[in-house]
């Protein structure tokens, strides 16, 4: 009876494990599909499968449970939102009552649920399961788990949506280290992860750590997937997003035309992939002013985003806000107005904060265009409240709402709540400079800085001083940004070059060869270009790249008294009795900007509306800031003149030293209003801004007196008055000066004796510009003469670079001088087809001794070509550097050759000397 029973429960065994073995099969191939997307095709097999584990173990067994776990996740990608919600639910309570609710199982019916409720935009209850998976997996699975990995990864990327930053970076760095740990980092998990990190940075204005990641799982992916595939095409995706929003639009663009060109194979143009990245080109045409390639682009994206994902979902609502901002932009403001509620009262339903909050800054711009005052105040308000608590202050968006209110404000006439906005966003704005300038290229830095700063503060200036209030602020603000842009890159060499680790400063020697390359070969045509197989883009992109990578290494060498910012108060504590600091800021008056016809309200045909917008109109003023030793606040002189000053004024200067004729006008129009500010002032630091960059102030008469500026007051131009801080600091023991003289620009023919043949090769306009034929300045020969005995009296150990001397070699050459005067011929090239995109200060410069053997020679010789940009020549470049006690000037040949090395300064607002014209 005993061998019946044994071999009784051997055959029930047998069954069980066929049964199990049949089922098992049909999951796996159910399982495979799921795991390839194929969601369609997985479903009838896992019906299969589930009458399968029904039959033979029930519906309470573990089999049948997780069968039915496989079907709910494929329905959410394939039936109807109501039939699959009602599956999910009854999924989860099927577990919790068969099992427990700590067994794994039910952890993913949560899962499922998270997941659902993520797909159909509901972010709020996507959330809240997605907390109840995290939760249950680690208790039931543990903290190594894919589970409770997927689950924590898709909580930060949910907090991320709903605003909880802090918070999703939690929760998305402790999976990264799971991940890294367990899997280590050419896992495909660890590299998604990566790159949600790096939407986070991006989201939370930390644009050093948001490149950082986009970049390392760029690399990751292609490593991963090769450079063909899809993934790879949505990762440099990423990245252009970023410095769109940066303001690198043509890296942007490049980048997003790469993507496109990898999907359109690879997957076809009706993906919701490929709608985003012509969503996203949309947004770089938008910003470049193409209004019509991006509304084009912006309904395509719309068009494949409804067919692919449906009009509610949050792709399709977020080309549809964009599009209302295209449309405000335009005019469109009814078009625009209905589009703005449409999306933002579906995205705040669906819990989405963060493009919530962005489409209701967007309506309330629309509303303040059209004079709706009162219910723009309302939105800016609410999105500031809400975005104190999901963002935090210091979050760019909250800046840029910031500013919203304070035009608003400026608008309405509320001037007082006006001024505290602006004293807020200011504070903001400098933070966010220097937070982000650490890691950017200057190309970046400069559009960084136009983009998303230069605005505000100039409508704060302009505020400042119309409304005679906040001047203190208003100096301090020229202090930090006047000069930024450059004395962020001296501040990188300094640090560089200080560091004694030979790598760092090898790769910085690398880069100034690369930026030397860039001068020489963007001289060439295009077509010159092609004949040697040189990309000056790529050689640029490398070069951008570098100087990143050196502007994070140098970071590792700031100290902390770099945290300081210089006020007027640190300038006024250096300033001696009867001293005075000036700087002048160039301001767009505020006002009606143009007149805005809607035609897109139809009900009002052939009478559309129409709607003043204000703004910084084209009336210039400027404004002098005086600080003096006893000034209670910085002092202001408003010159409201400012258009006649740049048009009429500065002509009027030209032509009186073109033609050496007595100038009666100049004195009381650049300075008189000034100096009667100054009375019982001998000495002044004189920092300029726009038009006080081409006056030559010192040369200026006084009609009354007769006498000239110099001989009324010592005028020391400054770059930035700050810069006073550091007179005195390091004094030059010994006296040098470097004097430059009287170039050779043709040393072939210069040999030539006949002086009759010599002057064939005169100069003229053609010539001159391809520098061929430039002509000899015989009196810079004994200009710098007669300088070095006065400097030899004056104990100056001289040296003179005259004619053969007189190279790029020599000059480069020159180790810290206490004075360095250059006399030749300047050039500034205006916007050619061939170089119009190159950086203007690679387009002017100097020209010294064999420009015009090398710019002949067919084969060039591995030399300096004898033009020395201003780029390589400006101190933040130069190798052997100018310190800030140096005393510096140029004397340049041409009157536009002078304009233009001072339109490449005024660029920079940085390091202004005295230039004029030789004789």
Not at 101 to 114: D, E, M, Q, R, T
Not at 356 to 369: E, K, T
Not at 796 to 811: C, D, G, H, P, R
Not at 895 to 902: D, P, T
């Amino acid at each position: 009876m005993k061998k019946i029973t044994l071999l009784w429960l051997c055959l029930l065994l047998s069954y069980s494990a066929q049964a199990q073995a049949k089922w098992e099969t049909v999951f796996q191939k159910a399982d495979s599909l799921q795991k390839r997307q194929i969601y369609r095709d997985a479903i009838p097999i896992l019906e299969g499968a589930l009458a399968l584990s029904e039959k033979e173990f029930g519906k309470t067994s573990e089999q049948y449970l997780k069968t039915r776990n496989y079907q709910g996740f494929s329905k959410i990608f394939v039936e109807s939102k109501r039939q699959t919600e009602e599956f999910l639910k009854d999924n989860k309570q099927l577990i919790e009552q068969a099992l427990t609710p700590k067994h794994s199982l039910y952890a993913y019916a949560l899962y499922n649920l998270a997941i659902f409720y993520s797909v159909t935009e509901n972010i709020a209850l996507a959330e809240g399961f997605c907390r109840q998976t995290v939760m249950s997996s680690k208790e039931s699975l543990g903290e190594q788990s894919s589970l409770y990995r997927k689950s924590a990864k898709r909580l930060g990327d949910l907090c991320r949506r709903s605003g909880k930053l802090i918070e999703a970076e939690q929760w998305l760095k402790g999976v990264l280290q799971i991940e890294k740990t367990t899997l280590g980092e050419k896992h495909l998990d660890y590299i998604v992860t990566i790159n949600f990190l790096g939407v986070l940075y991006s989201d939370m204005g930390q644009y050093i750590k948001s490149e950082t990641y986009y970049k390392e799982h760029t690399q990751l992916i292609k490593q991963y997937f090769g450079e063909k595939h899809p993934e790879y095409a949505k990762s440099i995706a990423n990245l252009a997003g970023l410095y769109s929003m940066l303001g690198n639009r043509k890296q942007a663009e490049q980048l997003y035309k790469q993507a496109m060109t990898i999907l359109k194979v690879t997957s076809g143009e009706k993906t919701p992939d490929y709608a985003l990245l012509i969503n996203n080109l949309a947004i770089v045409n938008m910003a470049n002013g193409d209004y019509t390639e991006a509304e084009q682009l912006y309904k395509q994206s719309l068009e494949i985003r409804k067919e692919q994902l449906g009009t509610q979902s949050y792709d399709y609502l977020t080309t549809y806000k964009n599009l209302a901002d295209l449309y405000t932009t335009m005019g469109l403001y009814f078009k625009a107005e209905k589009m703005y509620l449409e999306s933002i009262e579906t995205l705040k339903k669906q819990g989405d904060s963060y493009m919530h909050a962005f489409g209701v800054v967007g309506l309330s711009s629309l509303y303040r265009f059209v004079g709706r005052y009162k219910e723009s105040k309302e939105l800016l308000e609410e999105v500031l409240r809400s975005g104190k608590g999901n963002f935090g202050e210091k979050h760019y968006f909250y800046n840029t709402a910031s500013v919203h209110l304070s035009t608003l404000h400026v608008q309405m006439g509320n001037y007082e709540a006006a001024g505290a906005s602006f004293i807020k966003s200011r504070a903001l704005s400098h933070a966010l400079i220097r937070q982000n300038f650490s890691f950017m290229s200057e190309q970046e830095k400069t559009d960084y800085f136009n983009n998303q700063i230069k605005v505000l503060l100039d409508n704060f200036s302009s505020f400042a001083v119309e409304q005679n209030k906040y001047l203190a602020e208003a100096y301090d603000t020229q202090l930090f940004t006047k000069g930024i842009l450059l004395a962020s890159t001296q501040k990188m060499k300094n640090r560089l070059l200080n560091s004694k680790d030979t790598v760092v400063v090898q790769k910085y020697k690398q880069w100034n060869a690369l930026k030397s390359a860039v001068s020489k070969y963007s001289q060439l045509t295009k077509e010159e270009l092609a004949q040697k197989n040189i990309s000056l883009d790529s050689l640029e992109t490398a070069s951008n790249n570098l100087e990143k990578e050196l502007s994070l290494l140098s970071e590792s060498f700031a100290s902390l008294a770099d945290a300081k910012e210089i006020t007027w108060k640190d300038v006024q504590a250096k300033l001696k009795n009867k001293e005075a600091a000036i700087e002048i800021v160039r301001i767009k008056h505020s006002g009606i900007v143009k007149t805005v016809t809607d035609t897109s309200d139809l009900a009002k045909a052939p009478n559309f509306p129409q709607y003043k917008l204000q703004g910084s109109t084209d009336t210039v003023y400027y404004a002098a800031l005086i600080v003096k030793k006893n000034s209670k606040q910085p002092e202001l002189v408003l010159l409201k003149n400012g258009n006649e000053l740049e048009d009429k004024y500065i002509l009027y200067q030209k032509n009186m030293i073109e033609y050496k004729e007595k100038d009666m006008l100049s004195y009381d129009q650049f300075w008189k209003p000034i100096a009667e500010n100054l009375k019982g002032i001998k000495k002044v630091y004189f920092s300029p801004d726009g038009v006080y960059n081409q006056v030559s102030l010192n040369t200026l008469q006084n009609p009354k007196t007769k006498k000239y500026l110099l001989q009324e007051i010592q005028l020391h131009l400054v770059s930035n008055t700050k810069d006073i801080l550091a007179f005195g600091k390091n004094t030059n023991v010994n006296l040098k000066a470097e004097l430059l003289g009287y170039p050779i620009y043709d040393t072939q023919r210069f040999q030539i004796s006949d002086p009759a043949q010599r002057a064939l090769v005169a100069d003229t306009t053609r010539a001159f510009a391809n520098f061929q034929q430039v002509s000899l300045l015989p009196g810079t020969k004994q200009e710098v003469e007669n300088i070095s005995k006065i400097l030899f009296s004056g104990r100056y150990q001289v040296e003179a670079l005259l004619a053969e001397k007189a190279t790029e070699e020599n000059i480069k050459g020159i180790q810290s001088p206490k004075l360095l005067h250059l006399s030749t011929h300047g050039f500034f090239v205006d916007k050619r087809e061939k170089n119009e995109k190159i950086d203007p200060m690679l387009r002017s410069g100097l020209l010294l001794t064999g420009v015009s053997d090398y710019t002949r020679a067919e084969i060039k010789p591995d030399t300096e070509d004898g033009i020395l940009t201003w780029w390589c020549f400006r101190p933040a470049k130069l190798v052997w550097g100018i310190s800030r006690q140096a005393k510096a000037c140029m004397v340049c040949n041409a009157l536009s050759a002078q304009l233009g090395l001072r339109a490449s300064l005024c660029r920079f607002g940085k390091w202004t000397m005295p230039l004029r014209r030789s004789s």
